[in-house]
């Protein structure tokens, strides 16, 4: 896949843009100054594969929290503010390793030239991020509606107040719970400026539909090599976010994070209660770090020549089943062992590699 190169901004150690891969980020959605709760959080999506937090900081309990949590972790932290600049100040001197926030809702400009005067200073990025849902009415005016040629010029009206001061650590989002809406936006933007973009699809809403949202939207933008880092939006546990942004990346050859598992829809040709298998194994596979590939197949039509394929697999034959490992049989086993024969197998696979 080639992807777009645009100019690389720091975030910490994470490159993002130029020739980076695609980082994951996500938001924490605990009260930042309860910095317990917090720093757990940020702990359990490290765990989950995530690059880049970002933590809302909407007051000065919340900025001076920023440090604590800071001294507590070792993602790169993000501070999210909306217009008041003595915020973004205060999180910058906190440790924040980039900031978002707008600075044409900055009231006043001397106010933007303190904020950005600091960030150049401590070499910290800020992100321009435009939401659909708070366009400036100016801009809503003149184009009816929320469009894409509104978001890019809403992106660009805040990029030309950072330029003119002589900043260029910039990164940009332009979010809409409208999936051909972002699509465009991004697309336009890309063709526009040579800036990192950071992809997303907001208000996406719970993991049922927000998950297959940020998917195509996200995943068809990242097709088309457009694309530098990415948050997946979903209403509930940030967790899950992590876990669905590494997916889209998987499937399009973007990370290796964890194992694949491959497994059929079953139909009339299938003897084993294969759905049960699969869940078992997906939920096994959870704790694996390792990216391996496991293939668990209904019958012998398409079976083998999957299973062959992956690391480990089994193929469903009468209540029994084949175990695989690349591509040679292994083992012919009772339905009711399969699972343990299965992970015994990754066991040994995982256990070899390591010695190596
Ligand atoms: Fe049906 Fe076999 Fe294909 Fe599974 S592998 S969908 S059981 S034909």
Known sequence: ?????????????????????????????????????????????????????????PDMAAARAFGQIKAQ?????????????????????????????????????????????????????????????????????????????????????????????GFYDIKISLKAHDVPLTIRAYQLMAETVDYP??????????IKSGVIKSAVGIGSLLAQGIGDTIRVSLTGDP??????????????????YGPTLVSCPTCGRCSIDLAAIAHQVEERLATVKKPITVAVMGCVVNGPGEAREADIGIAGGKQEGLVFRRGEIIRKIPEDQLVQALFAEIDKLIEEENRC
């Open 197 to 206: 973009l950071h992809l997303g699809i907001t208000e996406a809403g719970t």
């Open 73 to 165: 972790v070792k993602l790169p932290l993000v501070a999210d503010i909306h217009f008041d600049y003595r915020l973004a100040i205060a999180a910058m001197e906190s440790g924040a390793d980039a900031l978002r926030i707008n600075p044409g809702n900055i009231p006043h400009q001397e106010h933007v030239e303190i904020m950005v005067k600091a960030a150049k200073k401590l070499r910290i990025p800020i992100r321009i991020g435009v939401n659909a849902g708070s366009l400036d009415k100016a801009l809503l005016a003149q184009y009816g509606h929320p469009t894409p040629e509104a978001m890019v010029q809403s992106a660009l009206q805040h990029i030309a107040i950072l330029e003119k001061l």
């Open 239 to 256: 967790v899950e976010e992590v876990r669905v942004a590494n997916e889209i990346l998987k499937s399009l050859g973007l990370r290796e």
């Open 1 to 57: 896949m080639k992807r777009k190169k645009t100019c690389p901004v720091y975030i910490g150690k994470v490159e993002i843009g130029g020739n980076a891969p695609v980082s994951v980020q996500s938001m924490t959605n605990t009260k930042t100054d309860n910095v317990q709760a917090t720093v757990s959080q940020i702990s359990r999506l490290e765990a989950a594969g995530c690059d880049i937090v970002r933590l809302a900081v």
